[in-house]
């Protein structure tokens, strides 16, 4: 137990040695910008509704609710109205207008703004279960706010909870947000972080079945998603990023006794990126690494698929928690929970992670337009 209250207790620790001087430099660098930027234009946060027979319309109605959220952005609801009307009477009250386009926005305002993609109309929303046709208005919703930022009309995007099966069910072939993401933008190298004041998991693989996931795990794969942690650091203000690689077997392979994929694929890919002049380290077994609060001493953790990494994750940040996707040339976060289906419509949905997921968002694109204008 003394272990377990140390691992409570200790401080986050963060790179030491050069690094983590670079670090520290790089930081009061962007916050010399964004004492500067906020004298400028505030960024134009897409926030899109999600699926609107889930808590998406309530969480996001809820968090517009909040005034930090117009400190750092001009949101921008990418939705149907219909959803909201039938929110607002169990949310707090909110200002918004609805135009037709990011341009219609007014500069210096303090309220939220509407957009309805093809002025798509939903009647009798259903709460509370999947529905292809509410499911396929999300999608469209999606759509509308990626060819938005694609075209720079907008500084970045929240996305509000969709439901996997609800959406297949409504034809569309889709594994998830983050996927659809990248496929829609032409990305090929992205990463899905979820990211918090006390963890940052990347998983490697991510909506797949266990059975198909050591098939998976290869060097290049395994470099490719080291490298994309890299190059975006900057996206969360750091610089040089310290990155542990968690192993995939259990005692990662026990020397090749219960698994090769250590000894085959992850370590060589790891020597790789060291190479390459990446903090990359490991591989370290899950277990020992997450109950030994190993994860303090790095930026980011790699971890081999889904809930090896987002296990503890949600264990220390949920609620508070971002999903962040890396490596895509616009910004994009969520919130850290799903449709839940089984609160729809009572009321009782809580925010924070939304907020956080604007918060996060407008900062990216605070950073973004601070580093072009050098």
Do not use: W
Request: charged share 20%; proline share 5%.
């Amino acid at each position: 137990m003394a272990g377990y209250a140390g691992c409570i207790e200790r401080p986050r620790e963060h790179p030491r040695g050069l690094s983590g001087f670079k670090t520290a430099l790089f930081r009061r660098h962007l916050a010399g910008n964004f004492f500067m930027e906020s004298f400028m234009k505030k960024p134009v946060i897409a926030i899109t509704l999600g699926d609107p027979g889930g808590i998406g319309p309530e969480v996001v109605v809820k968090a517009l609710a909040n005034k930090q959220v117009y400190k750092r952005c001009t949101p921008i609801i990418i939705g149907v109205q219909e959803a909201l009307y039938k929110t607002k009477k169990i949310s707090p009250a909110y200002k918004v207008e609805i135009i037709n386009h990011p341009s219609n926005i007014k500069n210096g305002s303090d309220k939220a703004y509407l957009i309805n993609p093809q002025n798509l109309k939903l009647k009798n929303i259903i709460l509370g279960k999947p529905n292809p046709i509410q499911a396929k208005a999300a999608i469209e919703f999606l759509r509308q706010a990626i060819a938005f930022a694609l075209k720079k009309e907008i500084d970045g995007i929240v996305t509000a909870p969709v439901n996997k099966y609800a959406v297949n069910a409504a034809g569309i072939k889709f594994r998830g947000q983050t996927e659809f993401l990248a496929a829609l933008t032409n990305t090929h190298k992205y990463a899905m972080v979820m990211a918090s004041e006390k963890i940052r998991i990347v998983p490697l693989t991510r909506h797949v079945q266990i059975k198909d996931i050591s098939s998976l795990i290869k060097k290049q794969y395994i470099l490719d998603a080291i490298d994309v942690i890299n190059r975006n650091s900057f996206l969360f203000g750091i610089h040089k990023p310290s990155i542990a690689i968690v192993g995939l077997n259990p005692h990662c392979g026990d020397g090749g006794a219960v698994g090769k994929e250590e000894i085959e694929e992850i370590l060589p890919a790891i020597k790789k990126a060291t190479k390459n002049g990446i903090n990359a380290q490991g591989p370290f077994s899950a277990d020992a690494f997450f109950g030994n609060c190993e994860y303090k001493k790095y930026d980011f953790i790699l971890t081999m698929y889904h809930d090896q990494g987002l296990i503890p994750f949600k264990m220390l940040s949920f609620g508070k928690g971002v999903n962040v996707t890396i490596g895509l040339p616009i910004i994009r976060t969520s919130p850290d929970h799903g449709t839940a289906y089984d609160i729809a419509g009572q009321g009782i949905a809580n925010e924070r992670s939304l907020i956080e997921a604007i918060k996060m968002a407008s900062k990216m694109a605070t950073i973004k337009q601070s580093l072009r204008k050098q």
